[in-house]
């Protein structure tokens, strides 16, 4: 195997390689910038086509009157989904007590 033959200003032919690894590494910049660009616009399209779909539900649903609160519009439902209980009136569980403790 022979050495490399000197060039016409004292370098070897080929010796520096610094120009390439600087353009890897400008290159595998761009490319990564490039890629996390395209992720970022992927994760707003999905984020956005979930946020349609659920708007698109909620206009299917029933329907809320509108009621002036204070300076803002609020929906208010026509009545309660859950029945109020009077504490009177609540059945009390017995609890078994923990002893030894």
């Known amino acids: ?4 033959i000197p ?5 070897t032919k080929g010796g520096s390689q610094a120009w390439k690894v ?13 890629l996390s660009s395209a ?3 992927l994760v707003r399209h999905k984020r956005a086509k979930k946020l349609e779909v659920m708007e ?3 206009e299917v649903g029933e329907t809320l009157r509108m009621a002036q609160v204070g300076r803002a519009q609020a929906p208010v439902a026509l009545w309660t989904r859950t029945k109020p209980v009077i504490e ?6 017995s609890v078994p007590s923990v002893r030894g403790c």
Not at 22 to 34: N, R
Not at 88 to 93: D, G
Request: hydrophobic letters at 55%; glycine letters at 18%; proline letters at 6%.
């Open 88 to 93: 009177s009136e609540l059945k009390v569980a």
């Open 39 to 41: 992720l970022l616009c």
């Open 56 to 58: 698109r539900n909620s």
């Open 7 to 11: 060039a016409a200003g004292g370098r």
């Open 22 to 34: 600087a353009v890897g590494v400008v290159g595998g910049a761009i490319a990564l910038g490039l």
């Open 1 to 4: 195997i022979a050495p490399p």
